[in-house]
């Protein structure tokens, strides 16, 4: 696959194919911008979970492009970036979008906002985390500031990842989400 980046070599630019238990669980993260949090989720999921899901990111309104310290920070961690794009949340709204069984949102903008309805009756929670692309300093202290929120986020996800989904039921999933919610 051309656009790639997680040891997998999944992209979030691949949203062909179908999508059932057997190909993963899909996980969209959403942040009203799609250039850091939403980003640095999705990265971190295709590579921690890439056996049992499939990662997608995307926004109300997003940026041109995903932010450059987005970007690097994901680098220096070993990930590729060549495939993560900032892209509309509605690509993930209509008949031929993916199969999304999560809806995660990692800003409260996005939390709330009136989203599209997702096909499939997807559990859907909040993850709140800072927007590090707010943070103005250092390109030392920004750094530090969007490593801090991936470590925030790759907590949670570890916690997803290591949750036995096929024995909970929708409540019990959107529970134990919730619970994650507080990791990191």
């Known amino acids: 696959m051309a656009n790639s980046y997680g040891a997998d070599g999944r992209s979030d ?57 987005t970007l690097e920070v994901l680098e220096r961690r070993g990930y590729r970036t060549a495939g993560l794009t900032s892209k509309s949340w509605e690509v993930f709204s209509g008949p031929d979008a993916p199969r999304i069984d999560f809806v995660i949102t990692v800003c409260g903008n996005a939390a709330g906002e009136v989203c599209p309805l997702w096909p499939g009756d997807p559990v859907t929670v909040h993850w709140g985390v800072e927007d590090p692309a707010a943070f103005t300093g250092s390109a030392a202290e920004e750094r530090a500031r969007f490593e801090a929120i991936h470590d925030q986020l790759a907590a949670k996800i570890d916690g997803l990842v290591a949750l036995d989904l096929d024995r909970l039921d929708a409540s019990e999933r959107l529970a134990q989400l919730r619970e994650l919610a507080a990791r990191g």
């Not at 899909?26 to 999921?45: D, K, M, P, Q, Y």
């Open 13 to 69: 630019s691949d949203l062909t194919g179908d999508s059932g238990p057997a190909s993963g669980y899909g996980v969209l993260f959403l942040c009203t911008g799609n250039s850091a949090r939403s980003i640095l989720a999705e990265a971190a999921l295709a590579r921690r979970g890439s056996d049992r899901f499939r990662s997608y990111s995307a926004g109300s309104e997003p940026k041109s492009a995903p932010h450059p310290r």
